[in-house]
């Protein structure tokens, strides 16, 4: 895979053109493809942490992460670790990217026997008679200022409970759990789904 573009597939169609970028590179160029009013997908496997916020106070202050702010919701708060995939998709028309994404990446997934499923705006891992564990999550959403709509993924390649419990004023709503306890990479799921 070119390390800048990714470029050939099944998915092409929606990871053409990709741009593999740094986080904040990569947050300065979702909001140049809003204000640009342009068709785009930016991927970012974190080279360092960070974190996706809503509007509004979500997390505790004393920590020097990058923040990429987004309107999903109020109060929204999602920790993303050192070799965690993000990808953005913004587009003037809505489309079902992230539940496309998350189908491909299940069945990535379960061919190597993984049991994961995608739940709405979840992904889930099941653990035999445990309470499922988070292994990812998408949103999608309409931003009028700009009339483009952009979908954002995050799938979980590690996992740190008590740092996310500890940058979160909110208790998270479940466990997350990192598909790298599994062997699987960043780029093994975007060679998956491109």
């Known amino acids: 895979m070119n390390e800048n573009k990714v470029t050939k597939g099944a998915n092409a169609r929606s990871l053409r053109e990709a741009k593999i970028l740094p986080a904040r590179e990569a947050f300065a160029e979702v909001q140049r493809l809003h204000e640009a009013r342009e068709n785009g997908c930016v991927v970012n496997i974190a080279e360092r942490k960070w974190l996706g916020c809503g509007r509004g106070d979500a997390f505790n202050a004393g920590y020097d992460f990058p923040v990429f702010h987004s309107d999903y919701h109020a109060d929204m708060c999602d ?27 299940a069945d990535f997934l379960q061919s190597r026997g993984i049991n994961a499923y995608p739940q709405s705006g979840d992904f889930h891992l099941l653990m035999g008679g445990e309470k499922p564990l988070k292994i990812g999550s998408y949103a999608s959403l309409y931003c009028p200022a700009q009339q483009m709509y952009e979908t954002s ?8 409970d008590a740092l996310y419990r500890a940058v979160r004023k909110f208790p998270p709503d479940m466990a997350r759990k990192g598909l790298g306890d599994y062997g699987i990479t960043a780029k093994d799921i975007l060679a998956a789904i491109e």
């Not at 050192?82 to 990446?105: C, H, K, M, N, Y």
């Not at 993924?153 to 740190?160: F, G, K, L, M, N």
């Open 153 to 160: 993924i995050h799938i979980y390649i590690r996992a740190d």
């Open 79 to 105: 920790l993303i670790l050192e070799g965690d995939l993000a990808i953005w998709r913004v587009e003037r028309v809505p489309s079902s990217f992230g539940q496309d994404t998350f189908r491909r990446v």
